[in-house]
């Protein structure tokens, strides 16, 4: 377990009364001319994912190249595991191989035992007591936080060393790379990168802790939940880049009441408002038929990730045009 002090991280809020300076905080900090936005999405939206990358790569499209890679629960890993120096053909191979493998021992799971159906219940029950995104964070901790205490199980070093095994390389990369999560303690957003003071495992660990089915994520004396509580896709955070390329595995869908402004159509309207080129991509029928009735459920990793290399390869042409 990682025992390094808490430093002080970039607090972001989401709040719609509040995007205005959050924006401008955020370009102080983020300029240059292509990002890479990555969200969540459980086990089959990061097959997916990667499997959208290797795709592009495979029409001739080097996405990982991007100036700035910002990642968001699954899509912190994806983050990490692009920006590794592995090629994301290789990585899709990896998926592609490892369903061979594993048809012949147990997959080992690290989360706690929490119903997909039942942690939908209790997180929309949270989102539809809070009067703002503020308090929905704040109040998703502290759920979160309740939980975790009266399971009285500590699960974090298992679930540190699996988030571990998924990473190639467990150092920052010189590359620019934001991982997003939020403090369970507070309720404020952080963003983590190379210059924080944090391991990326323990990083990547905290944006992938949803607070239900894994446990609030300890990095000195805080814990951390999912980054997606911060604002979905966390696309905003590409303010002053001049090209935006968005993989949203939930299809820019949010659970958050509209006037928050969480979902993906208002991070891209503020995008494009200040400046940059947006383009999105969502899974097509053969993805969402791949992805299943429950996206945390690895069988489903190489079915997405196949049907995300065909949607990459097939956009491919069109959006070299926008990333070059």
């Not at 699960?155 to 920052?172: D, F, G, I, K, N």
């Not at 939930?250 to 006037?259: D, K, L, Q, T, V």
């Amino acid at each position: 377990m990682n025992s390094q002090p808490s430093l002080p991280q970039l607090n972001l809020s989401a709040a719609a009364d509040e995007i205005q300076p959050r924006l401008n905080a955020i370009e102080r900090l983020s300029t240059g001319e292509r990002a890479l936005v990555l969200h969540g999405g459980g086990s089959a939206g990061n097959a997916w994912e990667i499997g959208v990358i290797a795709g592009l790569l495979d029409a001739g499209l080097d996405v990982a190249d991007a100036d700035v890679v910002i990642g968001t629960s699954a899509g912190s890993t994806v983050a990490a595991q692009i920006t590794s120096g592995v090629p994301a053909n290789d990585l899709l191979a990896s998926i592609l191989d490892a369903a061979t493998q594993t048809q012949s021992r147990p997959v080992r799971d690290t989360s706690v035992n929490v119903p997909v159906a039942d942690h939908m219940a209790r997180t929309n029950a949270i989102i539809a007591a809070a009067k703002d995104a503020a308090d929905m964070r704040r109040k998703m901790g502290a759920a979160a936080l309740l939980m975790d205490e009266s399971s009285g199980i500590s699960a974090q070093p298992e679930w540190r060393a699996t988030v571990a095994s998924r990473l190639p390389s467990q150092q920052w990369p010189a590359q620019r790379v934001l991982i997003v999560a939020v403090d369970a303690d507070t309720g404020e957003p952080v963003i983590f990168d190379r210059r924080s003071g944090v391991d990326l495992v323990d990083a990547v660990a905290a944006s992938c802790a949803n607070g239900f089915g894994v446990a609030p994520y300890r990095i000195g004396e805080h814990r951390y939940i999912d980054g997606g509580y911060r604002r979905s896709e966390n696309a905003d955070l590409a303010t002053g880049y001049e090209r935006v390329l968005v993989l949203s595995p939930f299809g820019g869908r949010s659970r958050m009441p509209p006037e928050w402004g969480m979902h993906l159509g208002a991070q891209v309207d503020e995008l494009r408002a200040r400046g940059s080129r947006v383009e999105t991509i969502f899974p097509d029928d053969d993805a969402m038929a791949a992805f299943g009735d429950n996206m945390m459920d690895p069988s489903t990793r190489p079915a997405a990730a196949r049907a995300g290399f065909t949607q990459g390869r097939d956009r491919g042409e069109q959006l070299t045009v926008f990333w070059r």
